[in-house]
């Protein structure tokens, strides 16, 4: 299908939105009034610039309070109108948005709105001119697609169709199962938006608050299958009002965007039953099951990377948890530890005065081609690592948070032999290699990684369409210096858990990010560690006792707690010990002990935790 | 009243909370356990830190889901209660909140509950501890602090009383008058908070959208005033969850609080009739009207000072646009420039390196007394400039946003013959100065300050609460990297007009702010500035197409608009034109021509004006 994106998604002036639209690879836009209004570049200008540029003036948007009026004020709408027409004339675009009446509706009848409607057609066909007719969620009588369809068949006009906003559908819970009782050429337009499920008066939610698809709580795949058994060919289109994407960079917005349109299509399809995906008669690429993305999953995670300029005080944590050192990597300065199946690669690579920070991760998929495919048709930038032919070459994509995500499966799990003794690991294999020691560590829990607030939802998208994951419900988590909001993404097995944690707005200083280890005994793992002199985050006294005053615990277990500075957490499914190291650099390790029933992270304790490290 | 404040309304760790709370001038604080848990402090060491600081330590909040629940649960509610008793015989806090129960209730029986707080007040009577139970707007069963009254009757126990918040009971819209069938001495504590009126859940609005009072769309000097009436004579404690208070300078934000505490009890004070205001029996101040604020109201602008390092592109504005140069003042490197009643300073005192703002804002008060020792009693934070004796001083208090805001009144017209030649001009007198051009400029319609978004909520604060302003509603302006955030502030009578302008949250250059300058035939100024070679800050031909399809304008209105580059608005009550001047360093001159009747300030307008100064 077509892809398009309306210009009050993006950030800038008209002619760097339309770049970045066409950059991206969008086909083409829909031009949002205000865009052109407040623009230097006439008419002419604009559609000279698309035209080189590539992409279509798919819409002109939009044009309010057209119907449901008194016979005098109808009068003005037609001014109005023509004055419009006559501008997408040289605009060069054929399909008008028509918001059903907010402000100056006064007649609440079907048949006065279809009848202005079809007047409206007459005047709008002299200019070639198509009217998509959209119910707003807080339109004054109409508010509902069923209706303003339902107004569509009685104005019965070829210039005269619906528009669908899936905002103003899901937002008001109206089921759009209806939607394939259009007929998909009276469907003149499409907009995409999700939004969080908040409880927000219509009008608010909509205009700040909606994401890109993908990044909310509506389900747009279902939405888009509707469109596509509705026979439905013309472009999807989004049209997300949002806060945060009007300040961010143009075009890493654009890109986000069309991953986010790529993601729902392919979706979308996936839910039609196989028969269906036929090849399309529209004007956009066949619908055939090759053009659907390649299918992925995290499986694992391969490795945990932290890069710095001096090693040491990473390494030392490493060996005093009981990690072993397998060596350095015959061609380039990096070193990797191991204990069962956590791999943890410290990288002195152009690392130039770098503090220790959590720079790539490895996750394990079943099909590395496949996997990769999928990332780069998500448009997921490459990252690049020099390799020697006769080393195993990784392929990776960057994170919205800036980490490196690099794919592996069995083909490559040799890269372990690259380092001096690492050929007896035998890489990818189970959680408890044969020279573990007993009780020690055995793999890695979870890989917490840390972004800007303004990355969020880029970022929650990203690793559900590029990885598989599935984001989990967020929390927020107070710290002395605000809230850290956290979102956890998860692998359906819970293989790979990754929490994403986002800093209060104002925190300038880096966030702090965290690579959790898993262990059967965290107590004996900390003792041991102690003797050789590491000191676990210290936790205060208080705590202690409101654990004490919270859950009854047998005090022989407590008093291990308190001595070993280790935290507790217990729900009806098990339990969860776990403890912080020392921070180094912008990273720290975590010890964790979970019951198998249990699915959290002691959300509890993490405000104690950041205490605890703010006071460091 | 005593004040207090909860340190979950501040960032920081415990102490820094302490001492920012009495650096302030607070009476008290309520302990939010989250903050004692997470701290390195032994209870002991934060009684001690009190005592030294000498602030009390009111409350301990809070204790959850403790009726309601069977009897099996409610034997762990008195074995978590009594542990923390024991830790607040550590602090020396005698009252504790107890919410109503939301996660264990299973019991929805006044009676219940009732018999259960009893017993749980028994159990508390044994350590001097009082509670003070809450109904949270999200209680499973009870939600409405009239329930939680019958239930604290029910309980007739003496150490069973009522907390009422004021958020709890006002976003659910209930009739606070019941206040005053709860005898005073039954009412525990008191929590205030003021909130936006948003449609949002009660749970995500209360735990990141509470402000100070005065800063929300709640009644809170009526709330009140109705605890006044009920005899209540605990501390007025405020309890603020808010997302960027957590973030800010701790200092800042507890005189910011207090300042929203001495404003919401002299407003409430004032709402009780006279013989009301007898001396009370507590511990606080004594009632009196002679402990009122002294009244202020905001009459007029005095003047606007720009202050720069290089005045000449400032200056040339100015000159173009026809205020004339009154000279230079006596004692400082400060030029006064006049039109009519409008009053320009330009000030090159302390300006090294500086690019021209809007350094400060004369406002002329009744009563210059009353209106300084108001703003110091509202911890309002003084301004010193230098004075020589034979001079006008003129006493200033810093906004929010950073403005320098002086005080004038008849007394200190003389102002304006301290400056070489501007002994004929007699101060603040009408707004037709005898000498101004006929058409020429009148006085000032408005100034426009700018601020960061942290500090919106303490700004509109420091607005309604120091000069006696008004928050009309607030408006957004889409610009071309962000939406800008307006709050217009106005004296009762609109001869004060003070927009605010809050900044996108990425954007980082400095905001931009503006005076507006009042003139009788705008068309006439522009013309004869343009002749003079000021050339208005052009405005795009597709805004004059639009609006002309919006307002059917006589098209030789519409030609002369748009060769000037003149802006238009209209509603049903009158016209408003405007146009801008280029920008100096970060601030603009606009020039202004309203209607009587029009109230606005052409908010359509606005994102013409930021993209055509983004172009610049």
């Given at each position: ?398 994170a919205p948070d800036g980490t ?45 990684l840390s972004g800007a607030w303004e990355d969020f939802?880029e970022a ?27 979102q ?12 994403l944690n986002v800093s ?7 966030a702090?990010q ?103």
């Amino acid at each position: 299908m077509r892809r398009s994106i309306a210009t009050v998604c993006l950030s800038g002036d008209l002619a760097e939105k339309l770049r970045a639209a066409a950059a991206a690879g969008f086909d083409g836009v829909e031009l949002f009034e205000p865009d052109l209004v407040a623009g230097e570049m006439s008419p002419e200008e604009v559609k000279a610039l698309a035209d080189r540029l590539g992409v279509t003036l798919d819409l002109y948007q939009p044009f309010r309070d057209a119907e449901g009026v008194t016979e005098p004020e109808f009068a003005d709408v037609l001014r109005r109108a023509e004055a419009k027409f006559r501008l997408m004339q040289r605009l060069g675009i054929t399909t008008m948005l028509v918001c059903s009446n907010v402000a100056t509706a006064s007649v609440d009848d079907d048949e006065v709105s279809a009848g202005q409607l079809r007047r409206l057609g007459d005047l709008a066909q002299g200019y070639r001119v198509r009217l998509a007719y959209e119910a707003l969620a807080w339109g004054r009588f109409v508010d509902d697609y069923r209706r303003s369809w339902r107004i569509v068949e009685l104005a019965d006009h070829p210039a005269v169709g619906i528009c669908l906003d899936s905002f103003h559908i899901l937002s008001r819970g109206h089921d759009p199962a209806a939607i394939e009782d259009v007929p998909g050429d009276k469907i003149f337009f499409v907009q995409l938006a999700d939004a969080p499920l908040l409880s927000l008066d219509y009008l608010s939610w909509s205009r700040h608050h909606r994401v890109f698809p993908g990044e909310g709580g509506f389900d747009l795949p279902g939405f888009t299958a509707h469109l596509l058994r509705a026979g439905y060919t013309g472009p999807l289109s989004l049209e997300v009002f949002n806060d945060v994407f009007r300040q961010t960079d143009v075009h890493r917005t654009a890109v986000h965007a069309l991953r986010s349109l790529i993601w729902v299509e392919d979706q979308a399809r996936r839910a039609l039953p196989a028969g269906a995906q036929t090849p399309d008669t529209g004007p956009g690429e066949a619908l055939d099951a090759s053009s659907l993305l390649p299918a992925t999953a995290a499986t694992g995670i391969d490795f945990v990377e932290i890069r710095c300029e001096d090693p040491s005080s990473v390494e030392m944590v490493l060996d005093r948890l009981g990690l072993t050192f397998r060596g350095v990597h015959r061609s380039k300065p990096v070193g990797l530890w191991t204990s069962g199946a956590a791999r943890i690669i410290v990288n002195q690579q152009q690392a130039h005065g770098a503090e220790p920070h959590l720079s790539a991760v490895g996750i394990t998929v079943p099909d590395l081609t496949a996997a990769t495919v999928r990332a780069h048709r998500l448009k997921a930038p490459p990252v690049h690592r020099r390799t020697l032919s006769a080393e195993v070459a990784l392929e990776a994509v960057l994170a919205p948070d800036g980490t490196e995500i690099f794919f592996g499966d069995a083909t490559t799990a040799a890269w372990v032999a690259e380092f001096a003794g690492g050929s007896d690991l035998g890489g990818t294999e189970g959680p408890e290699d044969a020279d573990a020691p007993t009780g020690g560590i055995t793999g890695v829990d979870h890989v917490n990684l840390s972004g800007a607030w303004e990355d969020f939802d880029e970022a929650v998208l990203f690793y559900t369409s590029v990885l598989g994951l599935t984001a989990g419900s967020a929390t927020h988590v107070p710290g002395p210096r605000g809230l850290v909001r956290s979102q956890v993404m998860t692998s359906e097995d819970g293989a790979v858990r990754v929490p994403l944690n986002v800093s209060p707005t104002l925190d300038t200083g880096p966030a702090l990010q965290h690579v959790a280890l898993a262990c059967p005994d965290l107590r004996a793992v900390v003792r041991r560690a102690r003797e050789r002199g590491l000191v676990m985050l210290p936790v205060p006294q208080n705590y202690y006792d409101d654990l004490d005053a919270r859950f009854d615990l047998d005090p022989e277990l407590l008093a291990e707690l308190r001595d070993l500075h280790v935290l507790y957490d217990r729900d009806a499914e098990g339990e969860y010990l776990n403890a912080y190291c020392p921070t180094v650099g912008q990273v720290f390790v975590e010890l964790v002990q979970r019951s198998p029933g249990y699915a959290g992270y002691g959300a509890g304790n993490a405000p104690v935790r950041l205490a605890a490290q703010s006071r460091r």
